[in-house]
């Protein structure tokens, strides 16, 4: 009787110090395991095409549609006018409207005699003055929205990225393409077309600390191109000499946005509503894939950048 009062307690003893003893752990929470989203910087890189230039308009309007809005903006040549007066605070419609009633002839000074030692039969200056009204003179570092603007420094080929000083004087360097625009003279060095070291600023927007680069390509397919005049021949120079360059600049942007213009030449500016709704459409097109990509850049770790 004793033995088995004994080896009821012994029982109830193991059993009683089994309960103290390490407990197994709990089924991990995958959702408690995802990171937590974080604020992540948006860049806007738009890219050069002169007339073309008008299908960014559309694009930020898109944008702007779907509560998209960039934290910072660069812009090459034809992007450079409109990353310049986006920076301002105008909105999409604004940009718009103002499109609408621009006149070509407001930014066309011919140079007489006709062409410099540089080359060139527009001087660049009623562009210049042009945006500087426009943005009120306002510097660039002065813009509600960070605000940068590649040029080419035409000693040594390479690129400036403009984050200070004259914002249409800036603009005009950013549009100089040679032999159509005189090259900008600023502190002693002269600058040309940005389109030549970097058509679409993806690398700039990254610089001024992007986390998630929005890439808008507006540079037409060489083959697609009517070439009349001189002037559209310099434009097509200019388009096949940033080929290669604009491929692996694109490459590196998050999301790449194309409004489809494939019969518009760079000086047809009769085309402007034409270019903004294709802007408008390449953004609507492209809103599930920038959305998706959107959330995952959240949710990456900081510092890192998305396999292309």
């Not at 105008?90 to 007489?112: P, Q």
């Amino acid at each position: 009787m004793q033995r088995r009062h004994f080896l009821g307690a012994s029982a109830a003893a193991l059993l009683s110090a089994c309960s103290f003893g390490p407990r197994p752990a709990a089924p991990a929470n995958p959702v408690a395991m995802q990171p937590a989203p974080r604020p992540i910087k948006i860049g806007l890189a738009l890219g050069g095409g002169a007339a073309r230039g008008f299908a960014h308009i559309g694009v930020i309007k898109a944008l702007e549609a779907q509560g998209i809005h960039p934290d910072l903006v660069t812009g090459t040549s034809a992007g450079a006018v409109v990353a310049a007066l986006y920076a301002t605070g105008m909105s999409g419609f604004e940009l718009n409207k103002l499109a609408l009633t621009m006149d070509e002839a407001a930014i066309a000074d011919w140079a007489l005699p006709f062409g410099s030692r540089f080359g060139g039969w527009l001087k660049g200056e009623a562009l210049q003055n042009y945006v500087n009204r426009l943005v009120s003179n306002r510097p660039i570092e002065a813009m509600k929205l960070p605000l940068g603007i590649v040029a080419t420094d035409l000693k040594t080929g390479e690129r400036i990225l403009f984050r200070r000083g004259n914002t249409g004087q800036a603009v005009r360097a950013s549009s100089s393409v040679p032999g159509v625009f005189q090259p900008v003279s600023i502190q002693g060095r002269d600058y040309v077309d940005g389109g030549l070291v970097e058509p679409v600023p993806v690398d700039s927007a990254r610089s001024m600390g992007a986390d998630f680069v929005i890439a808008v390509n507006i540079s037409a397919d060489p083959s697609s191109q009517k070439n009349g005049g001189q002037s559209g021949v310099l434009l097509q120079t200019t388009t096949i000499m940033g080929q290669s360059i604009n491929k692996m600049a694109l490459a590196r942007a998050d999301v790449v946005i194309r409004p489809e213009l494939p019969d518009m030449g760079g000086s047809d500016f009769n085309a402007r509503n034409r270019a903004v709704l294709a802007g408008e459409q390449a953004t609507a097109a492209m809103m599930a894939t920038l959305r998706q990509r959107l959330e995952q850049a959240r949710l990456r770790p900081a510092g890192t950048v998305a396999a292309q």
